[in-house]
C-alpha cells in the first residue's frame, strides 16, 4: 500500500528516532559492523599486495563480490523466514569468528593468496544474508512515520564507516600488520553483538497481503518477485533504482578516475572530487535525519534524480577542477535524498512478511549488477573519451525519472507523518 499522511495519522505517538533508546542501540551495533567492515576491505587489499602483483589484488578484493551476488536473493527468503535481527547477529557471530581466524592464521604464517581468497569467498557468502536482514529490521524497531529519519541516521552511518574505518585499519597495518588489521575488523563486529541482543523487535504484521506459507526456498523466492512485480509503488521504485545504479555507478567510480586523470587533476584532484560527492552525500542524510520527513515524497524522488543525472552528465565537461567538485557535491547531496526516498518508501509500503527479499533484490541491483558496468565504461571511454560517456550514462539513468513519473503510486506517494510523543 502507499503511505499517505492520512494513515499516519491513525499511528500512536512516538519518540523521534534519534532519541529512541532501541533505534540508537542498533545504529551503534550497525555503525560498529560498517567500521569493522571498511577496516576488512583495507586490511585484505593491503595484504593481497604485499604478496602478489596488482591483478592478483583485483582478484582478491574481487572474490567476495561473487558469493554475495550469487546468495543475496537466497538471503533475503533467510531474512524473511527468520527474526531478522537473529540473522544479523549470526551473520556479525561468523564474520567475528572468520576474521579472527584469518588473523590467527597469517600471524603464524603468512598472508598467502589462497588465504586471502577463501577469507574473500567466506565473508562475501556471509554478506549475503547480513544485508538482506539489515534491510528487514528498520520496520521492525520503528514506527513507519520514524522511517525515513531512521534512513537518514543509517546514511549517516555509513558515511562515519567509510570515513573512520580505512584510517583506522591504515594504523592497525602500520603497527602491527595485516594480522593486528584482521584482528581489529574482528573485535569490531564482536563490538556490535551485546548491542544487537538488547534490541527490541517489534511482532510481524501483515498490511494487507497474507504472508506467504511455508514452503520451498524457490518457491518463496518466487513469490517474493512476483510481489515486487505486482505491487503498484514497489515495482517501479525497484525498476528506477536498478536503473539509475546501472547508469551512474559505473561514471562515478571508473569513469571519476579516468576523467581525472585526462584532465590532469592528479591525485588531490581525485580526492577533491569524491571527498565533495561525500559531503553532500552526507548532508543529505543529515537532511532527512533532522527533518523526518518531505513532503510530496515521490515528486521530489524524482526531480532529485533527474537533477543527479544532469550534474553526472555535465560532470565531464566542466573544464576546472572546483567546477567539477561543486557538480560532484551537488550529485551527492542529490543522490543521498532520491536513495533514502526510494528506501524509506519501499520500506513503509512492503508487507513486512516480503521485506528481506525485496531488499535482496534492490541490494543485488547495488551490488550485483551495477558493478558489471565498471568494464563497460573504461571501454567506452577509451573508445569514445569522457564527455560523451557520461553524458550518455546519465541520459541512461534519466530512465529511471521516466519509470517513476509514469507511475501514478510513486507520482504520489508520500511518507507517513507521525505525531510526537508529548513529554
Known amino acids: 500500500m502507499t503511505a499517505t499522511p492520512e494513515t499516519a495519522l491513525s499511528e500512536p505517538a512516538t519518540a523521534p528516532a534519534h532519541r529512541d533508546g532501541n533505534v540508537l542501540r542498533w545504529l551503534t551495533a550497525y555503525t560498529a559492523s560498517l567500521i569493522g567492515d571498511s577496516v576488512y576491505?583495507?586490511?585484505?587489499?593491503?595484504?593481497?599486495?604485499?604478496?602478489?602483483?596488482?591483478?592478483?589484488?583485483?582478484?582478491?578484493?574481487?572474490?567476495?563480490?561473487?558469493?554475495?551476488?550469487?546468495?543475496?536473493?537466497?538471503?533475503?527468503?533467510?531474512?524473511?523466514?527468520?527474526?531478522?535481527?537473529?540473522?544479523?547477529?549470526?551473520?556479525?557471530?561468523?564474520?567475528?569468528?572468520?576474521?579472527?581466524?584469518?588473523?590467527?592464521?597469517?600471524?603464524l604464517s603468512s598472508p598467502a593468496l589462497w588465504i586471502l581468497v577463501a577469507v574473500a569467498l567466506a565473508f562475501g557468502a556471509v554478506d549475503a544474508?547480513?544485508?538482506?536482514?539489515?534491510?528487514?529490521?528498520?520496520?521492525?524497531?520503528?514506527?513507519?512515520?520514524?522511517?525515513?529519519?531512521?534512513?537518514?541516521?543509517?546514511?549517516?552511518?555509513?558515511?562515519?564507516g567509510q570515513i573512520t574505518g580505512p584510517p583506522v585499519g591504515g594504523l592497525a597495518m602500520g603497527l602491527g600488520g595485516p594480522a593486528a588489521a584482521f584482528a581489529v575488523a574482528g573485535v569490531l563486529f564482536a563490538l556490535s553483538v551485546p548491542l544487537l541482543l538488547t534490541v527490541r523487535i517489534r511482532p510481524l504484521?501483515?498490511?494487507?497481503?497474507?504472508?506467504?506459507?511455508?514452503?520451498?526456498?524457490?518457491?518463496?523466492?518466487?513469490?517474493?518477485?512476483?510481489?515486487?512485480?505486482?505491487?503498484?509503488?514497489?515495482?517501479?521504485?525497484?525498476?528506477?533504482?536498478?536503473?539509475?545504479?546501472l547508469g551512474l555507478v559505473g561514471t562515478?567510480?571508473?569513469?571519476?578516475?579516468?576523467?581525472?586523470?585526462?584532465?590532469?587533476?592528479?591525485?588531490?584532484?581525485?580526492?577533491?572530487?569524491?571527498?565533495?560527492?561525500?559531503?553532500?552525500?552526507?548532508?543529505s542524510a543529515a537532511l532527512l535525519a533532522v527533518a523526518g520527513w518531505l513532503p510530496r515524497a515521490g515528486l521530489v524522488l524524482a526531480g532529485t534524480l533527474?537533477?543527479?543525472?544532469?550534474?553526472a552528465a555535465a560532470i565531464a565537461l566542466v573544464p576546472a577542477l572546483w567546477q567539477a567538485a561543486l557538480l560532484a557535491a551537488l550529485i551527492g547531496l542529490t543522490a543521498g535524498i532520491f536513495g533514502s526516498l526510494d528506501n524509506a518508501l519501499i520500506q513503509t509500503a512492503t508487507d513486512p512478511a516480503y521485506l528481506g527479499r525485496?531488499?535482496?533484490?534492490?541490494?543485488?541491483?547495488?551490488?550485483?549488477?551495477?558493478?558489471?558496468?565498471?568494464?563497460?565504461?573504461?571501454?567506452?571511454?577509451?573508445?569514445?573519451?569522457?564527455?560523451?560517456?557520461?553524458?550518455?550514462?546519465?541520459?541512461?539513468?534519466?530512465?529511471?525519472?521516466?519509470?517513476?513519473?509514469?507511475s501514478s503510486a510513486v507520482r504520489d506517494a508520500e511518507l507517513p507523518r507521525e505525531r510526537r510523543a508529548v513529554s
Open 252 to 283: 562515478l567510480n571508473v569513469g571519476m578516475v579516468l576523467l581525472n586523470a585526462e584532465r590532469g587533476w592528479g591525485p588531490a584532484g581525485y580526492g577533491w572530487i569524491v571527498s565533495s560527492f561525500g559531503a553532500g552525500a552526507a548532508a
Open 306 to 311: 533527474l537533477t543527479g543525472c544532469a550534474g
Open 205 to 245: 504484521a501483515s498490511e494487507g497481503a497474507e504472508p506467504p506459507g511455508p514452503g520451498t526456498s524457490r518457491a518463496e523466492l518466487l513469490d517474493g518477485l512476483r510481489y515486487i512485480r505486482r505491487h503498484r509503488l514497489i515495482g517501479p521504485l525497484v525498476a528506477a533504482c536498478a536503473v539509475c545504479e
Open 129 to 160: 544474508l547480513f544485508v538482506p536482514a539489515v534491510g528487514a529490521l528498520p520496520p521492525r524497531i520503528t514506527s513507519p512515520g520514524q522511517l525515513a529519519r531512521v534512513t537518514g541516521l543509517r546514511s549517516l552511518s555509513m558515511r562515519l
Open 41 to 107: 576491505f583495507v586490511a585484505l587489499g593491503w595484504s593481497a599486495q604485499k604478496v602478489a602483483g596488482p591483478t592478483e589484488v583485483g582478484l582478491v578484493m574481487a572474490s567476495g563480490a561473487l558469493p554475495r551476488a550469487i546468495l543475496m536473493l537466497g538471503g533475503g527468503v533467510v531474512a524473511d523466514r527468520l527474526d531478522p535481527r537473529r540473522v544479523i547477529l549470526g551473520s556479525d557471530i561468523l564474520r567475528c569468528l572468520l576474521i579472527l581466524a584469518a588473523a590467527a592464521g597469517i600471524a
Open 358 to 406: 525485496v531488499t535482496s533484490v534492490v541490494m543485488l541491483a547495488m551490488v550485483g549488477l551495477a558493478p558489471l558496468s565498471y568494464p563497460l565504461v573504461g571501454v567506452a571511454i577509451g573508445a569514445w573519451g569522457s564527455a560523451a560517456v557520461f553524458a550518455g550514462c546519465g541520459a541512461f539513468a534519466a530512465l529511471g525519472v521516466v519509470i517513476a513519473l509514469t
